[in-house]
C-alpha cells in the first residue's frame, strides 16, 4: 500500500494556502472590539448579496437557525404543513418541526437525488403553506416548475441552499439565477466543510422582497429594530465579526473553490461511467452543479463492500445519509418514499475537496475501478 493521507474535507491545507490573509484579518478584527455585528459582518454582507445579485443577505448563527428564522418570518403555525424531501440533513424538517410546523415529506428523483414538482404535488393539501426544495449535494433542483406549481397552489418556497451556494439555475427563459434566490426565501449555511466555510458556525438568509428582510432582520435580533422596544417575537442568531473576516475572504475564490470541485468531479465522472454497478450523479441541463459532495450509486447490495474495502486501503468515503429523516424517530411515519427507500442502501461519497491532489484521486479512481473488475 503506498503511503497515502486522503481526507473528505482538508481544511487546514486551504487554511495554509491563505493564511496570512486570514490571520491579519482575525487580528485587526479583534483588535477593533467589535465582536458581533461589527462593519465587517455588514461588509460581508453586501458582498454576498452582490455576488449572488440578492437584494437582501442577512446573516444569523448557522444553516439551522436560518431555516428556523424563515419559517418565522413567514409566519407559520403549528397546524401548518410545509414539503420537504426526507432525502436531505435533519436540519432542513427538524428547523420546522421545532415550531410545531407539520413536516410532510416528499420523495426525490433516483439520479439527481433531488426533489420534483412532480414528487411534490401529491402532497398538497389545504394545510400545506410552503414547499422548501433543497439543492443537495450543490446542484440546483429544477425550480422553473416549482416555482409554477407553487403559484399554482399559492406557496412559499423557502430553498434550503446549505450545499449549493454559488451554483446557478437557467429558467426556460434563458434567466439565470443563483440557488438560494428564487424562492420567497433562501437559506444557507457557513459550516467550515460547506462550500463557502467560516472557522466556526455562520449562516444566512436570502430574499428579493424588502418587507420580509425587515422582518428577518428583526427576528434575528430578538424581534427589535430599536434597541430595546420588541416588536415580534425573535431569536438571537447573529454571526461574529471574525467568522464574518474569513467569509470575506473565503468568497472571493469561492469560484474557484467550486470549479476545481467540478475538475475532479469530471475526472470521477469519466472514469466511473461505464462501470455496470454504478451510477454517477445526474446534472440536469438547467442546471451547473457545485460539488459539495460527489455521490454515486452503487448497485447491487455491493456499496458497503465498496466502502470496507476503499476504507482498508487508506481511503475515507461517507453516507450521506445512512437513515432518511422519515425513518428517525422524531420523524418516524409510514410513507412510502419509493426512492429513498433505495438511496440510503445505495449512496456513497468520495472525497472531493478543494485541496485534493490528482496523484490522490487517481489512487481513488484506480481503486474503485480495481473493486468492481
Ligand atoms: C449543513 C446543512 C444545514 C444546517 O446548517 P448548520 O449550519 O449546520 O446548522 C441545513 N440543511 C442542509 C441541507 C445542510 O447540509
Same mark, same amino acid.
Given at each position: 500500500?503506498?503511503?497515502i493521507n486522503i481526507?473528505m474535507?482538508?481544511?487546514m491545507g486551504?487554511? %495554509?494556502?491563505i493564511k496570512?490573509?486570514i490571520?491579519?484579518n482575525?487580528i485587526s478584527?479583534?483588535? *477593533?472590539?467589535?465582536f458581533?455585528?461589527g462593519?465587517i459582518?455588514k ?5 454576498l448579496?452582490?455576488y ?6 442577512i446573516?444569523c448563527?448557522?444553516g439551522?437557525?436560518?431555516?428556523? $428564522? ?7 403555525k403549528p397546524?401548518d404543513? !410545509?414539503?420537504?424531501p *426526507?432525502?436531505?440533513y ?6 420546522a418541526a $421545532?415550531?410545531?410546523i407539520?413536516v ?7 439520479h ?9 404535488e +401529491?402532497?398538497?393539501n ?8 433543497v439543492?443537495l449535494?450543490?446542484?440546483s433542483?429544477?425550480?422553473? +416548475? ?5 403559484k399554482k397552489?399559492n406557496?412559499?418556497? !423557502?430553498?434550503?441552499?446549505?450545499q449549493a451556494?454559488?451554483c446557478?439555475?437557467t429558467?426556460? %427563459?434563458q434567466?439565470i ?5 428564487m424562492?420567497?426565501i433562501?437559506?444557507t449555511?457557513?459550516y467550515?466543510? @460547506?462550500n463557502?466555510?467560516?472557522y ?7 430574499t ?7 422582518r428577518?432582520k428583526?427576528?434575528v ?6 434597541k430595546y422596544h420588541h416588536?415580534?417575537v ?6 461574529d ?8 475572504i473565503?468568497?472571493?475564490y469561492?469560484?474557484v473553490?467550486n *470549479?476545481n470541485?467540478?475538475?475532479m ?5 469519466l ?5 455496470n454497478?454504478?451510477?454517477i ?7 451547473k452543479?457545485?460539488?459539495?459532495? #460527489?455521490?454515486?450509486?452503487v448497485?447491487?447490495?455491493?456499496r ?7 476504507n482498508?486501503i487508506?481511503?475515507? %468515503?461517507?453516507i #450521506? ?6 425513518k428517525? @424517530?422524531? #420523524? $418516524? ?14 449512496v456513497?461519497s468520495?472525497? $472531493? ?8 484521486q ?7 475501478i480495481?473493486?468492481f473488475?
Amino acid at each position: 500500500m503506498k503511503n497515502i493521507n486522503i481526507n473528505m474535507v482538508d481544511l487546514m491545507g486551504q487554511y %495554509s494556502k491563505i493564511k496570512n490573509e486570514i490571520d491579519r484579518n482575525i487580528i485587526s478584527s479583534i483588535e *477593533s472590539g467589535r465582536f458581533v455585528n461589527g462593519p465587517i459582518v455588514k461588509e460581508f454582507s453586501e458582498n454576498l448579496s452582490s455576488y449572488l445579485n440578492v437584494q437582501n443577505v442577512i446573516p444569523c448563527a448557522n444553516g439551522t437557525d436560518a431555516l428556523q $428564522i424563515a419559517f418565522m418570518a413567514l409566519d407559520l403555525k403549528p397546524g401548518d404543513e !410545509i414539503i420537504c424531501p *426526507s432525502w436531505t440533513y435533519i436540519a432542513t424538517a427538524e428547523a420546522a418541526a $421545532i415550531l410545531g410546523i407539520k413536516v410532510v415529506f416528499c420523495d426525490v428523483d433516483l439520479h439527481t437525488f433531488n426533489t420534483t414538482a412532480d414528487l411534490v404535488e +401529491p402532497h398538497i393539501n389545504d394545510n400545506t403553506k410552503a414547499i422548501v426544495p433543497v439543492h443537495l449535494y450543490g446542484q440546483s433542483c429544477d425550480m422553473d +416548475p416549482i416555482i409554477n406549481l407553487a403559484k399554482k397552489y399559492n406557496l412559499k418556497i !423557502i430553498e434550503d441552499n446549505a450545499q449549493a451556494i454559488g451554483c446557478k439555475y437557467t429558467f426556460p %427563459s434563458q434567466k439565470i439565477m443563483f440557488t438560494g434566490t428564487m424562492g420567497h426565501i433562501g437559506t444557507t449555511s457557513f459550516y467550515p466543510s @460547506k462550500n463557502l466555510g467560516c472557522y466556526g458556525d455562520g449562516g444566512a438568509i436570502f430574499t428579493n422582497d424588502n418587507d420580509l428582510a425587515d422582518r428577518i432582520k428583526m427576528i434575528v435580533n430578538h424581534g427589535e429594530k430599536i434597541k430595546y422596544h420588541h416588536e415580534i417575537v425573535g431569536c438571537n442568531s447573529r454571526l461574529d465579526s471574525i467568522q464574518a473576516e474569513i467569509l470575506n475572504i473565503k468568497l472571493k475564490y469561492l469560484d474557484v473553490y467550486n *470549479s476545481n470541485r467540478q475538475i475532479m468531479a469530471n475526472n470521477y465522472n469519466l472514469a466511473f461511467e461505464d462501470i455496470n454497478e454504478i451510477r454517477i450523479p445526474r446534472v440536469i441541463s438547467s442546471s451547473k452543479h457545485v460539488y459539495h459532495q #460527489y455521490t454515486l450509486r452503487v448497485l447491487n447490495g455491493k456499496r458497503d463492500q465498496l466502502k470496507n474495502y476503499l476504507n482498508d486501503i487508506g481511503i475515507p %468515503s461517507m453516507i #450521506y445519509y445512512p437513515i432518511p429523516i422519515h425513518k428517525q @424517530k422524531p #420523524y $418516524i411515519n409510514n410513507q412510502i418514499l419509493e426512492n429513498t427507500n433505495i438511496l440510503f442502501n445505495e449512496v456513497i461519497s468520495l472525497p $472531493i475537496h478543494t485541496e485534493l491532489e490528482n496523484s490522490n484521486q487517481e489512487y481513488i479512481i484506480d481503486n474503485v475501478i480495481k473493486f468492481f473488475k
